[in-house]
């Protein structure tokens, strides 16, 4: 099979070409998305408490560091017009 026929409009495009994990259809889709966090025993509260915090982290500190790089290239923008 060369290159060219794992292609989506190819007439022998293989779809388990594309198949990088098997699901197991009897488990609950939003278990399964939050599965490898079941075997550290996080329960799904804490792990969107955490990923709240860490947006708000994100965002705290990366504001005042993207506002200052745009006043700068403003300032710059307006010496070279």
Same mark, same amino acid.
């Given at each position: 099979?060369?290159?060219?026929?794992?292609?989506?409009?190819?007439?022998?495009?293989?779809?388990?070409?594309?198949?990088?994990? *098997?699901?197991?259809?009897?488990? $609950?889709?939003? %278990?399964?998305?939050?599965?490898?966090?079941?075997?550290?025993s996080l329960s799904s509260n804490f792990i969107i408490i955490a990923g709240?915090?860490?947006?708000?982290? *994100?965002?705290?500190?990366?504001? $005042?560091?993207? %506002?200052?790089?745009?006043?700068?290239?403003?300032?710059?923008?307006?010496i070279y017009q």
């Amino acid at each position: 099979m060369n290159q060219d026929s794992n292609t989506p409009n190819s007439p022998d495009f293989d779809e388990d070409f594309l198949e990088w994990e *098997e699901r197991d259809d009897s488990i $609950p889709y939003l %278990t399964h998305c939050i599965g490898i966090f079941s075997t550290y025993s996080l329960s799904s509260n804490f792990i969107i408490i955490a990923g709240s915090i860490a947006g708000i982290t *994100e965002h705290v500190t990366m504001l $005042p560091v993207d %506002t200052v790089k745009v006043l700068d290239l403003l300032k710059l923008s307006l010496i070279y017009q």
